[in-house]
T-cell receptor, first 112, second 111 residues
Framework: QKEVEQNSGPLSVPEGAIASLNCTYSDRGSQSFFWYRQYSGKSPELIMFIYSNGDKEDGRFTAQLNKASQYVSLLIRDSQPSDSATYLCAGLASGGSYIPTFGRGTSLIVHP | SQTIHQWPATLVQPVGSPLSLECTVEGTSNPNLYWYRQAAGRGLQLLFYSVGIGQISSEVPQNLSASRPQDRQFILSSKKLLLSDSGFYLC??????????FGNGTRLTVT
């Protein structure tokens, strides 16, 4: 069974710090990975996706993928209170699959 | 650009009443369409997905059904709602197994 695991948190960090969100997956066929941010009462919005091993940076966000360890992470630099939300990790297998497997999300709290 | 519309935003329905939630996508053709439910404090539960008109796959057996009468229209229905149907319903689309894009969601409360 395909699973994506995330620590539910909450992860609490001070404003300006680096928040590190982690995700592991069981399906070695997973090739694409997505990070979504979901504010309370709102729908998930895509932050980043990553296909290749290594790091991918976009502004304050860096996604990291290690396929050998089946590990995905999201780093948020200079965390702001507005980053406080639940972060969902999702994996998608290659070969025509169209159903991503979502983790249950990690709650992040950035306190001033 | 592509947009997804989902309505209504909130809904309060009594137990045993019917349900119809609608979702439409603009700016893309032959999208994959999805219905998810998110109970309070819980993860995303995939209910239905569709890869084309009239093609519906159900992930969870329950008293809900879905239909896709047009390429970019996806409808979630129920003949008789249960209390356990309360939740946050999300429609989403993707193309060719790529990124999922979510609508704004419908908050359903069954009383």
């Amino acid at each position: 069974q395909k699973e994506v695991e995330q620590n539910s948190g909450p992860l609490s960090v001070p404003e300006g710090a680096i928040a590190s969100l982690n995700c592991t997956y069981s399906d070695r066929g997973s090739q694409s990975f997505f990070w979504y941010r979901q504010y309370s009462g709102k729908s998930p919005e895509l932050i980043m996706f990553i296909y290749s091993n290594g790091d991918k940076e976009d502004g304050r966000f860096t996604a990291q993928l290690n396929k050998a360890s089946q590990y995905v992470s999201l780093l948020i630099r200079d965390s702001q209170p507005s980053d406080s939300a639940t972060y969902l990790c999702a994996g998608l297998a290659s070969g025509g699959s169209y159903i991503p497997t979502f983790g249950r999300g990690t709650s992040l709290i950035v306190h001033p | 650009s592509q947009t997804i519309h989902q309505w209504p935003a909130t809904l309060v329905q009594p137990v045993g009443s019917p349900l119809s939630l609608e979702c439409t996508v603009e700016g893309t053709s032959n999208p994959n369409l999805y219905w998810y439910r998110q109970a309070a404090g819980r993860g995303l539960q995939l209910l239905f997905y569709s890869v084309g008109i009239g093609q519906i796959s159900s992930e969870v057996p329950q008293n809900l059904s879905a239909s896709r009468p047009q390429d970019r229209q996806f409808i979630l229905s129920s003949k008789k709602l249960l209390l356990s149907d309360s939740g946050f319903y999300l429609c989403a689309w993707s193309v060719a197994g790529g990124t999922l894009h979510f609508g704004n969601g419908t908050r359903l409360t069954v009383t």
